[in-house]
């Protein structure tokens, strides 16, 4: 897959840390120009406060072979979305694949607690920087990304569709703002579909980010110094398994098969054939399902 994406361009909005960058990397090391936007800088950061930043990112992309461009952007300010793809448009004239992936809600919920006891602000934060984002950077970078033929957005979230239908998730906030995006892959791929472009929702499994990471108090080495005290953490993956899911969705010239699904970084490798960096492939969510969400020990054996 080194040169399977030479010529294309992407967007990864929110590519700062976590699944963004992992995609934002390996959308690089597949040859592409990789556009990472994101509100942590090495001037400023964002209220998450961490080391993290879309220069990095830019950096990181480049080592892999491609071609990394960071941009701040608050993606719940249309002007400066605008002004994103006014930028891109100029500068490459196309689009061919855009990644929603702006978060921004780790520290705005709270497990388990119920819509009436929850921080309204906080929730209500949550839900703009979950959803308000990815409408704003949709309506900006869609007729971009039409110009040309075979464009791909993947709209990422936490959970997949037949999941997230029976289990609820962690709380209201919470639940609603991860179920919308994948309504989004939905409703864009019936908007884009007949236009040439496909649209999914994409779910990484249990992923290592820098922020579980040190959530855990390890480092990507020493993860499984982890196992002790979370032991279905055995089934967690690197953000560059979801990255590696992007690159194969984006380098398929069938991928229209896949228009508006909910699609998973465990199902795609099993369909494409890709590994995370370890040469496993993590089912995460069929072990979810199958093992620690009827009780059963930790044992990833048959899911990695």
Same mark, same amino acid.
Not at 35 to 64: H, K, N, Q
Not at 138 to 153: C, F, K, N, Q, T
Not at 240 to 266: E, I
Not at 274 to 287: K, Q
């Given at each position: ?18 699944? +963004?960058? $992992?995609?934002?990397?390996? &959308? ?11 509100? @942590? ?18 950096? !990181?992309?480049?080592?892999? +072979? $491609?071609?990394?461009?960071?941009? %701040?952007?608050?993606?719940?300010? %249309? ?14 004239? *196309? ?30 934060? =949550? ?6 984002? #990815?409408?704003?950077?949709? #309506? #900006?970078?869609?007729?971009? !990304? ?18 997230? *239908? ?15 995006? !994948? *309504? ?5 791929? #019936?908007? !884009? ?19 579980? =990471? ?12 982890? &196992?002790? *005290? ?8 690197? %953000? ?8 194969? =969705? ?5 991928? @229209? ?5 909910? =699609? /998973? /970084? ?13 040469? /496993? ?24």
């Amino acid at each position: 897959m080194s040169a399977a994406l030479d010529g294309k361009v992407a967007l990864v909005a929110g590519a700062t840390r976590g699944a +963004g960058r $992992g995609i934002a990397v390996e &959308l690089g090391a597949a040859g592409a120009t990789v556009y990472v936007t994101g509100r @942590s800088t090495r001037t400023r950061r964002s209220e998450y406060d961490r080391p993290e930043t879309i220069e990095d990112t830019a950096d !990181l992309v480049a080592a892999a +072979g $491609g071609h990394g461009i960071a941009v %701040p952007t608050d993606h719940l300010v %249309p002007s400066q979305v605008r002004a994103l793809v006014d930028r891109i448009a100029a500068e490459q004239d *196309r689009l061919d694949v855009l990644v929603n992936d702006i978060w921004g809600g780790e520290h705005l919920f709270a497990w388990d607690t119920p819509v009436w006891e929850h921080d309204l602000d906080k929730g209500l934060r =949550l839900l703009r920087l979950a959803v308000e984002t #990815h409408a704003i950077t949709s #309506h #900006h970078a869609l007729p971009l !990304l039409l110009r040309g033929r075979g464009g791909l957005v993947v709209e990422m979230t936490d959970g997949t569709a037949e999941y997230n *239908r029976d289990t609820y998730r962690n709380s209201f906030f919470y639940d609603l703002a991860k179920t919308a995006v !994948l *309504r989004m892959g939905f409703s864009l791929g #019936h908007e !884009l579909g007949s236009r040439g472009a496909t649209a999914v929702a994409l779910t990484p499994g249990w992923m290592r980010s820098e922020m579980m =990471l040190d959530h855990f108090e390890v480092t990507e080495e020493t993860w499984r110094d982890a &196992l002790d *005290r979370v032991p279905h953490f055995c089934i967690s993956e690197t %953000p560059s398994y979801t990255g590696r899911a992007v690159v194969a =969705l984006a380098a398929d010239p069938d991928v @229209s098969r896949w228009n508006g699904r909910s =699609l /998973s /970084s465990g199902g795609l490798a099993q369909e494409y054939g890709f590994t995370d960096l370890d040469g /496993s492939r993590p089912d995460a969510w069929r072990y979810l399902t199958e093992v620690q969400g009827v009780g059963g020990p930790a044992d990833a054996t048959g899911y990695r």
